[in-house]
């Protein structure tokens, strides 16, 4: 205990004096640390309706479900467990309101590369090895190069500091029998990033068998041990319902899932750039100039490398004298490689979507594993080919850029475009053979001094490097962008209702040009506002826009799957815009009967009124099919014409009467999750409401459930009675009260579990 507590000690401060090497540029400067490109235009402004949620919550107790300002109506809950709801950091967040959201974020990663090193620690100490090593470990891991590349994604990270502790969990059941660490940890991972607890349990079956293998004598009791490990698993993802049951119902529709069976990267740069990224840091180039540039997204994603050291003792399993060892270590590393080879293996990593490389944190995992291991046992290397392992490194450094270079037909401009890349490679092989020299002699304290120098130089100069002194990188900046339509909260809607007496009880949409009031800034400034807003950046968009996406695909910004700008005149009439905030009248969309009420809002912006506002309600009395509409797909035909799949059609024209008249829904209050209004119909009919279509909706006509359909691109149609009808919507993500009792049985069983256990330990 006092020796841990000793090396407990001696790991925070190194880890305290990385952390200032990266962030003390920025804490001088007085510049807000922008870890990645979503930071600014994406996760500021979840983190920001997050909190408003939750602080509304505080206040009214309603539940932090249905956002009103995410893109035309979003399940909040459901869609945001990918980003931020089960994300226990982001509930830490709460604490540390008094700071601005970037200096919060700061304070959160310092705390996660702390976590990251401890629960390294404590993993690598599981699988005894002695607490000198497991610091430079646990380093390697808190500092890897997917740690610093990720940590601008703030819930990757999160998972990321975590992900040990389930590790941990499988070495205690694999040599003592104890089973809470594991419950534990698989809860906690799955409710704080259920997508990278899928990629984890997808290699967990690997991983197990490797460390049985090695762990016990025989298989005979295999069977037994997984089964017991098995059922353990599942009461961890059972009292993780509440989150998992919403969040499956959701994202089953999302478009990103879906197998790619491409048997190879056709780019030969994709497997350069995955072998180079395990002896360089390679998060230093991948968003500048880089031979290994692909225009794909996917190839950035590639981090392996977890220092100097780590990259040349893994290359000595090759070598170790330990046959045994050897054996099972390389045939484990061959299934790893099979799956980041080919890009089926790693879209199924990624769910059966598209390939990805954000599972190799669990190959950086294992390699410092593996490496700690080899550090431990240093009598099993054979220190005769030390050397020759290094200069084989170092020759594949120096080289692979060159060769590079002669694949794409760049070799005439290879010192002038990449002499950066050149250069790191070089200072990359000049520390692998200074580490072989220190590892031949087993010169241990030199080498973990030489890895905290490493990866303090290396994160430092990386952060310094992408520190943003221009204006936009300013917290000023951030202040004016957020602040160019109001100073206080709600000033602006509380305005716009101000300006029509009806507007206290509508439902409407505006118009903000992205390019000059929101000023390029980001698509979800809708949040910073407080409304009903026509663009976002977002992943995890409602499902059911996706059909809007193919009626009308302009409406994706940037070609882009995640983000959307609707600009459509006819689409905004359907969409229930009633103003329009602009600089210039030539900003404004076409096919909209736009007045001008005011100029001079706030000095010079201009506001607009749709004279002709379609109210959130309306009834219709024409349908037809999807594949019809196609035919034409003229987008005003949403505004007199039921869109709906040929399955719903003859159940909707059951609902229509010939009546020329439409009929409105009005007296509309809204706010937390729920909605109501009136009605008055002259006919029975079939009113559509355009908030996106959600299954967590319960809609109430007159008292009576009302049954829903998924209409005009992804909107909410109800039938409607003859004479006045109130109409009432509440909301609850679906498979929420159905995961809240899962959760509640699985937390039964967990209590079971652990006095079982404890009995079973006083037994003993």
């Known amino acids: 205990m006092r020796e841990n507590k000793k090396y407990l000690l001696l790991l925070a401060g190194v880890t305290a004096i990385v952390c200032s090497c990266m962030f003390l540029p920025n804490l001088i400067a007085h510049i807000p640390v922008t870890y990645g490109t979503d930071l600014k235009p994406e996760?500021?402004?979840?983190?920001?309706?997050?909190?408003?949620?939750?602080?509304?919550?505080?206040?009214?107790?309603?539940?932090?479900f249905y956002s009103w300002s995410m893109f035309l109506g979003t399940n909040f809950y459901a869609s945001q467990t990918f980003y931020i709801m089960g994300d226990p950091f982001t509930w830490a967040s709460l604490l540390l309101q008094g700071l601005n959201f970037f200096d919060r974020t700061l304070v959160l990663e310092i705390i996660k590369f702390f976590v990251s090193s401890f629960s390294m620690y404590f993993l690598l100490r599981e699988i005894h090895i002695s607490p000198k090593i497991s610091v430079f470990g646990s380093l390697c891991y808190a500092f890897s190069g997917w740690?610093?590349?990720?940590?601008?994604?703030?819930?990757?990270?999160?998972?990321?500091?975590?992900?040990?502790?389930?590790?941990?969990?499988?070495?205690?059941?694999?040599?003592?029998?104890?089973?809470?660490?594991?419950?534990?940890?698989?809860?906690?991972?799955?409710?704080?990033?259920?997508?990278?607890?899928?990629?984890?349990?997808?290699?967990?079956?690997?991983?197990?068998?490797?460390?049985?293998?090695?762990?016990?004598?025989?298989?005979?009791?295999?069977?037994?041990?997984?089964?017991?490990?098995?059922?353990?698993?599942?009461?961890g993802v059972m009292i993780a319902g509440v989150v998992l049951i919403p969040t499956l119902s959701y994202m089953t529709g999302n478009n990103r899932i879906g197998l790619n069976v491409t048997l190879l990267f056709q780019d030969p740069q994709v497997y350069l750039h995955l072998l180079t990224s395990m002896f360089v840091p390679n998060y230093q180039y991948i968003y500048g100039v880089n031979i290994f540039e692909t225009n794909w997204h996917v190839t950035?994603?590639?981090?392996?490398?977890?220092?100097?050291?780590?990259?040349?003792?893994?290359?000595?399993?090759?070598?170790?004298?330990?046959?045994?060892?050897?054996?099972?270590?390389?045939?484990?590393?061959?299934?790893?490689?099979?799956?980041?080879?080919?890009?089926?293996?790693?879209?199924?990593?990624?769910?059966?979507?598209?390939?990805?490389?954000?599972?190799?944190?669990l190959l950086t995992l294992f390699n410092i594993l593996i490496a700690c291991y080899l550090l431990e046992h240093f009598e099993i290397i054979d220190t005769k080919k030390i050397y020759f392992t290094?200069?084989?490194?170092?020759?594949?450094?120096?080289?692979?850029?060159?060769?590079?270079?002669?694949?794409?037909?760049?070799?005439?401009?290879?010192?002038?475009?990449?002499?950066?890349?050149?250069?790191?490679?070089?200072?990359?092989?000049?520390?692998?053979?200074?580490?072989?020299?220190?590892?031949?002699?087993?010169?241990?304290?030199?080498?973990?001094?030489?890895?905290?120098?490493?990866?303090?130089?290396?994160?430092?100069f990386h952060y310094i490097n992408k520190m943003d002194t221009s204006e936009r990188g300013s917290?000023?900046?951030?202040?004016?962008?957020?602040?160019?339509?109001?100073?206080?909260?709600?000033?602006?809607?509380?305005?716009?209702?101000?300006?029509?007496?009806?507007?206290?009880?509508?439902?409407?949409?505006?118009?903000?040009?992205?390019?000059?009031?929101?000023?390029?800034?980001?698509?979800?400034?809708?949040?910073?506002?407080?409304?009903?807003?026509?663009?976002?950046y977002d992943s995890t968009y409602s499902p059911s826009l996706n059909k809007l996406a193919e009626m009308n695909p302009d409406i994706r910004a940037f070609n882009s799957g995640m983000i959307f700008d609707i600009k459509d005149g006819q689409l905004m009439n359907f969409l229930n815009v009633k103003y329009a905030l602009v600089l210039k009248s030539e900003e404004l969309p076409k096919g909209v009967n736009w007045k001008l009420i005011q100029d001079d809002y706030r000095g010079n912006i201009s506001i607009y009124e749709n004279e002709g506002y379609r109210p959130l309600g309306t009834t219709y009395n024409t349908v037809t099919t999807y594949k019809?509409?196609?035919?034409?797909?003229?987008?005003?035909?949403?505004?007199?014409?039921?869109?709906?799949?040929?399955?719903?059609?003859?159940?909707?024209?059951?609902?229509l009467f010939p009546s020329k008249n439409k009929s409105a829904?009005?007296?509309?209050?809204?706010?937390?999750?729920?909605?109501?209004?009136?009605?008055?119909?002259?006919?029975?009919?079939?009113?559509?409401?355009?908030?996106?279509?959600?299954?967590?909706?319960?809609?109430?006509?007159?008292?009576?459930?009302?049954?829903?359909?998924?209409?005009?691109?992804?909107?909410?149609?109800?039938?409607?009675?003859?004479?006045?009808?109130?109409?009432?919507?509440?909301?609850?993500?679906?498979?929420?009260?159905?995961?809240?009792?899962?959760?509640?049985?699985?937390?039964?069983?967990?209590?079971?579990?652990?006095?079982?256990?404890?009995?079973?330990?006083?037994?003993?």
């Open 43 to 64: 996760q500021f402004f979840f983190n920001m309706e997050f909190t408003n949620l939750l602080n509304t919550f505080f206040k009214t107790r309603t539940l932090p």
């Open 300 to 361: 950035r994603e590639i981090c392996i490398w977890a220092g100097s050291l780590t990259a040349l003792l893994i290359c000595q399993i090759f070598w170790i004298k330990d046959k045994v060892f050897k054996k099972k270590t390389l045939l484990f590393y061959f299934v790893l490689v099979l799956f980041a080879l080919f890009p089926i293996g790693d879209a199924a990593l990624h769910g059966f979507s598209e390939p990805s490389f954000r599972w190799t944190f």
């Open 147 to 235: 740690a610093i590349f990720f940590s601008g994604q703030l819930m990757f990270h999160s998972f990321y500091c975590l992900a040990p502790l389930y590790f941990c969990g499988i070495e205690k059941y694999l040599q003592s029998g104890k089973k809470m660490l594991f419950l534990f940890s698989v809860t906690l991972l799955l409710t704080t990033h259920w997508y990278f607890f899928y990629t984890l349990s997808f290699l967990t079956p690997l991983y197990y068998i490797y460390r049985y293998s090695l762990l016990k004598s025989n298989f005979k009791k295999f069977m037994q041990d997984t089964l017991n490990l098995i059922g353990v698993y599942f009461i």
């Open 390 to 460: 290094a200069i084989a490194i170092c020759i594949f450094c120096l080289l692979i850029i060159p060769f590079s270079a002669l694949i794409e037909g760049k070799l005439e401009h290879v010192f002038s475009n990449y002499l950066y890349q050149i250069i790191l490679f070089t200072v990359c092989s000049v520390l692998i053979l200074i580490n072989a020299y220190l590892l031949k002699h087993k010169l241990i304290n030199i080498l973990i001094v030489l890895s905290i120098f490493e990866f303090s130089i290396s994160g430092g």
């Open 628 to 655: 019809e509409f196609k035919k034409n797909n003229n987008l005003i035909d949403l505004n007199d014409i039921i869109v709906c799949d040929e399955s719903d059609l003859e159940e909707i024209q059951d609902y």
């Open 665 to 764: 829904l009005v007296n509309i209050q809204y706010g937390g999750n729920q909605l109501v209004g009136d009605l008055y119909s002259e006919e029975n009919s079939f009113m559509i409401i355009t908030l996106p279509f959600d299954e967590g909706w319960k809609i109430l006509v007159n008292g009576e459930e009302a049954k829903k359909y998924n209409v005009n691109g992804g909107f909410i149609g109800i039938p409607v009675k003859q004479g006045q009808n109130k109409v009432e919507m509440y909301f609850m993500p679906s498979g929420f009260k159905l995961g809240l009792l899962i959760s509640g049985v699985g937390g039964v069983l967990a209590i079971i579990l652990y006095f079982i256990e404890r009995k079973n330990i006083s037994k003993k």
């Open 475 to 536: 917290y000023e900046f951030v202040d004016k962008v957020t602040h160019v339509l109001q100073d206080e909260d709600h000033e602006l809607n509380n305005y716009l209702n101000y300006l029509d007496e009806n507007n206290y009880t509508e439902y409407y949409r505006v118009y903000v040009p992205h390019d000059s009031l929101y000023w390029n800034y980001s698509h979800n400034l809708s949040v910073a506002y407080q409304l009903n807003g026509l663009m976002i």
